[in-house]
């Protein structure tokens, strides 16, 4: 039997794909364009040239360092969740003790505090211990706020697993270090690479830390280094979009590749 087309789905996936696709279009053209070309037709209209000079100017302009800046707080705020949330969410799915329940509801709290409550003291946190201006006082406060989130996604990941087979390997002899690198580690690789995302995400995109607890250049981070393209005269709107689409590629990579296990990671928020 033959199916009638579905008229009225395929005029809303059209408009859909308009409401996502003319933006996008916006932003790659623009960047591909010169400035005067851009201020004289509009944002919408085609390009009359090409030229790369949007993203060669942005390097120009030092954001080169900013991304590489970017890197490494990233990098070290992934390092930092990884090391300490995976023994904390075993610990708070298999010891049945109170200090770990207390624990695991003052991890909890951390949701409920927003960064903008605390700047002014974690501003005087990072001063005293000497670190303003150093990318350090930037990943310490960004890694803290990502723990509290990361525990319950690992934690709710790790109640899936049946304990069956925690039961399995404790009659084998095996040792909860064992069964934690073992069993629950690779029966966690959703939740982990949920985890991963999440603080890369938090890690790329902060920009509250970066502003308070950094001056010079030398420490900018890509959101700040984004204010480089506006002046007095105003701002070069192709050559901010240009920066914008670089520091987006490599954050789109890492969901791109992790999407089908963040999906799968924060279906398990929870647990069963």
């Not at 005067?36 to 942005?58: C, H, K, M, R, W």
């Not at 890690?203 to 007095?232: C, I, R």
Request: proline share 6%; with cysteine.
């Amino acid at each position: 039997m033959r199916r009638r087309p579905h008229y009225l789905a395929g005029a809303g996936s059209i408009f859909w794909l308009i409401v996502v696709g003319l933006p996008l279009y916006v932003m790659i053209a623009a960047t591909l364009r010169t400035r005067q070309d851009y201020a004289e037709n509009g944002p919408v209209s085609i390009p009359d040239s090409f030229t790369l000079d949007n993203y060669t100017g942005a390097f120009d302009s030092g954001f080169d360092q900013y991304f590489f800046n970017t890197l490494v707080v990233t990098a070290c705020v992934i390092g930092i969740v990884l090391l300490l949330v995976p023994p904390l969410a075993y610990a708070i799915v298999r010891s049945r003790g109170r200090t770990t329940s207390a624990i695991f509801r003052l991890f909890l709290l951390g949701l409920a505090i927003p960064a903008q409550a605390v700047i002014v003291p974690m501003f005087y946190l990072i001063s005293e211990a000497g670190l303003y201006d150093n990318l350090l006082g930037v990943i310490l406060p960004t890694a803290a706020f990502c723990l509290p989130m990361s525990a319950l996604i690992l934690s709710g990941a790790m109640r899936d697993i049946s304990p069956e087979l925690y039961e399995a390997m404790a009659m084998d002899g095996a040792s909860p270090r064992r069964m934690f690198f073992q069993l629950v580690l690779p029966l966690s690789r959703g939740g982990l690479s949920t985890i991963v995302v999440f603080s890369a995400l938090q890690a790329w995109n902060g920009f509250l830390f970066p502003l308070v607890l950094t001056q010079s250049d030398s420490t900018k981070v890509v959101t700040l280094g984004l204010y480089n393209f506006q002046t007095e005269h105003g701002i070069d709107i192709p050559g901010l979009l240009g920066a914008v689409v670089l520091s987006m590629v490599p954050i789109l990579l890492v969901y791109l590749f992790a999407r089908r296990a963040l999906v799968q990671g924060l279906m398990g928020v929870g647990g069963k």
